[in-house]
């Protein structure tokens, strides 16, 4: 059985963040896309998330590496919804890895030219509701 296109897309953009390519990062996010840098602050549109992952980069000191498992896609003709469990790894600066992981929400939509892109990259999931979302620091 081959993967969801919606699952391809958000391994690829786990991809370019691992690897650092956030230039072609943006072309996994609508115009006008939201992304929750951490609980209290999200930004919208693809400059401000491109500057959004310079500083989240930086925080992390270049070491982010991000993977998804069991993700779950429920689709419509041009919105869908994916849940995943996040897994964020970064070298803490004691020199020790650390990790977290989330349960995910993305929101995509189906652009004009048939692709699908995210409109709002969650990866806190509900956990913003309760104030359940573990703050991670380098």
């Known amino acids: 059985m081959n993967p969801s296109p919606l699952v391809e897309a958000v391994q690829r ?3 370019l963040i691992n690897s650092g390519r956030f230039d ?4 996994f996010y609508t115009d006008d896309a939201v992304l929750v840098v951490r609980p209290g602050l999200e930004v919208q ?10 500083g ?3 925080h992390f000191q270049h070491s982010l590496w991000v993977t ?10 041009d919105t869908a919804l994916v849940l995943g469990r996040a897994r964020i790894q970064w070298r803490a600066t004691d020199g020790f890895l650390s990790f977290v992981e989330r349960k ?3 929101v995509f939509r189906k652009e004009p030219d048939g692709a699908w892109r995210c409109a709002v ?3 806190y999931g509900t956990a913003l509701l309760d104030g ?3 703050e991670v620091t380098p």
């Open 24 to 27: 072609a990062l943006m072309d």
């Open 45 to 54: 549109g693809r400059e401000r998330i491109r500057h959004a992952f310079d």
């Open 56 to 58: 989240i980069a930086a």
């Open 13 to 15: 953009a786990d991809h």
């Open 104 to 106: 995910a929400t993305y």
């Open 68 to 77: 998804q498992r069991d993700l779950q896609v429920m689709e419509t003709t």
């Open 121 to 123: 990259d969650n990866s």
């Open 132 to 134: 359940t979302a573990p």
